[in-house]
């Protein structure tokens, strides 16, 4: 089975993997604006920045879908070669 699957084709769930971690990226960098101004001393960041930051979660839940994703297909090709 490995010999006919190409060492650059993308398989089931590797796109919401990337996304997912696209995602995450974007809330782990609103995270850390949002904290700064309790390390500068500065004026708090608006109350969006921390539903930004919620993005963290959606982006792990996103990853861990794709991953879910790819486990059932690498599972589903073990099943039709066995037969």
Known sequence: MRDKTQT???GPGDGLIRAGAVVFF???LATLVTVAPLFFGTK???T?????SMLMGV????AG????RSMAAGRRQTRE???
């Open 8 to 10: 650059n084709s993308a």
């Open 26 to 28: 974007i809330g782990a």
């Open 44 to 46: 708090p960041f608006p």
């Open 48 to 52: 969006y920045m921390f539903g930004l």
């Open 59 to 62: 982006g792990f839940l996103v």
């Open 65 to 68: 879908a794709g991953v879910l």
């Open 81 to 83: 070669a066995s037969r």
